[in-house]
T-cell receptor
Framework: EAGVTQFPSHSVIEKGQTVTLRCDPI?????LYWYRRVMGKEIKFLLH????????ESGMPNNRFLAERTGGTYSTLKVQPAELEDSGVYFC?????????????FGEGSWLTVV | SQQGEEDPQALSIQEGENATMNCSYK?????LQWYRQNSGRGLVHLIL?????REKHSGRLRVTLDTSKKSSSLLITASRAADTASYFC??????????????FGKGTLLTVNP
């Protein structure tokens, strides 16, 4: 029902390595979001795509994070180089529009551990 | 600054009892959405209530919204062990154009004991 597929579901990498997370929403949903929850903290907004354009990337923590959405379909979130504090769960979400009736559906998350 | 804040942080009840979780927020909103997260799983959308609505029902769920007090509550009636999860409120705000995003609270961990 969520209509959002995330890959990988779990990843363990060493500090300094690169990880790329992928999100595939069902077709026809122009809005795609990335959120993350690091250990002990709240779920935080990272960025919002409308089709292939970055509508709002105010939540991206620093320039080690790069998000793309080629052709307005799937999206990737790359962390390079990964740091210990990047460990957490990264959620991708989709919605059909941005009106007040906007329901946002989340995927299962990509659980990242940086060691 | 933090937007949503759930209360209580943790709640433990017996099966069959009702569970009430509260959420307060600080700024204006367009809507408020409640989510559930089972341990190690994704966020499951439960219900959306718009800022001009006061109450919504969905199955055993009842959500209220009081925009004057900037608060919302989620009531789960006749709870089951399967309801054990973390529950999050998220305020939705359109800040202009197609700029819309959710701001989450810290969540309430609900444990329903069989």
């Amino acid at each position: 029902e969520a209509g959002v597929t995330q890959f990988p579901s779990h990843s363990v990498i060493e500090k300094g390595q690169t990880v790329t997370l992928r999100c595939d929403p069902i077709s026809g949903h122009d809005n795609l979001y990335w959120y993350r929850r690091v250990m002990g903290k709240e779920i935080k907004f990272l960025l919002h795509f409308v089709k292939e354009s970055k509508q709002d990337e105010s939540g991206m923590p620093n320039n080690r994070f790069l998000a793309e959405r080629t052709g307005g379909t799937y999206s990737t979130l790359k962390v390079q180089p990964a740091e210990l504090e990047d460990s957490g769960v990264y959620f991708c979400a989709r919605s059909q529009d941005w009106t007040i009736r906007n329901t946002i559906y989340f995927g299962e998350g990509s659980w990242l551990t940086v060691v | 600054s933090q937007q949503g804040e759930e209360d209580p942080q943790a709640l433990s009840i017996q099966e069959g009892e009702n569970a009430t979780m509260n959420c307060s927020y600080k700024t204006s909103i367009n809507n408020l959405q409640w989510y559930r997260q089972n341990s190690g799983r994704g966020l499951v959308h439960l219900i959306l209530i718009r800022s001009n609505e006061r109450e919504k029902h969905s199955g055993r769920l009842r959500v209220t919204l009081d925009t004057s007090k900037k608060s919302s509550s989620l009531l789960i009636t006749a709870s089951r062990a399967a309801d054990t999860a973390s529950y999050f409120c998220a305020t939705g705000l359109n800040s202009g154009g197609s700029n819309y995003k959710l701001t989450f609270g810290k969540g309430t961990l609900l444990t329903v004991n069989p």
